[in-house]
């Protein structure tokens, strides 16, 4: 249900275009790990509905506190998305969460940095060092990571409250182009630091393919 939300309510923002680095417009296996920059609130229905295009419904690992959201809490446990507690005694069970629906064919989603980081402007920044997770749940699983690069969510949702509300107010107006390049899989190695890493690397190429797709100049940091 999210999922079909997200592929018709995106381009009510903007127009939506998605390449994938073999062409063919087949989104990643059963099975897979896909893993994206975080750079605004707007970023997961953006990237949802990215996925949906390429035929793809994921479970996502999201932060515990949207579970208590009136609503949406309900739906995301109906979706199987499966909940973050950061610094808490449960924070281990959302790799279990997330290898169990591996086990089980579907696609997982996860956002290597942990969380938003804070970032001034509308600007592309290049993705931020990843946490280990991702790393332990490719390495527990064996499963592939598939590197998602998006562009141009933060045209639609960044900044303070004020901003963010303007943003969104305005977005469908405004019309901001939005891509989503979803990579070549790749199979981490090495211990989970250096597979953190090397993900990062992966999201970071993907996101700059998806700026380039936008027209946009990719910044030398990152």
């Not at 690992?61 to 998305?81: K, Q, S």
């Amino acid at each position: 249900m999210l999922s079909s939300i997200a592929h018709r309510l995106v381009p009510v923002f903007g127009p939506l275009t998605v390449t994938t680095a073999a062409g063919d417009g087949c989104g990643p296996a059963p099975g897979s790990i896909v893993a994206a920059n975080h750079t605004s609130l707007f970023d997961p229905a953006l990237v949802l509905a990215a996925l949906r295009r390429l035929g793809v419904e994921p479970v996502v690992l999201a932060a515990a506190g949207l579970w208590r959201i009136p609503g949406l809490g309900a739906a995301l446990v109906r979706e199987g998305y499966v909940p973050v507690y950061r610094r808490d005694p449960r924070a281990g069970d959302a790799l279990t969460g997330a290898r169990a629906a591996l086990r089980d064919g579907r696609v997982v989603l996860i956002y290597g940095e942990g969380g938003l980081p804070k970032r001034d402007g509308s600007g592309e920044a290049a993705p931020e060092r990843f946490r280990l997770g991702i790393a332990r749940l490719a390495g527990g699983s064996g499963a592939p990571v598939v590197p998602l690069g998006q562009a141009g969510a933060r045209r639609v949702s960044s900044g303070n409250a004020g901003k963010q509300l303007a943003g969104v107010l305005t977005a469908p107006v405004r019309r901001p182009a939005l891509h989503v390049h979803v990579g070549a899989p790749v199979t981490l190695t090495g211990d989970p630091v250096a597979a953190a890493e090397q993900a990062r690397r992966a999201v970071t190429d993907a996101w700059r393919t998806a700026v380039e797709r936008l027209g946009g100049q990719v910044p030398l940091a990152g």
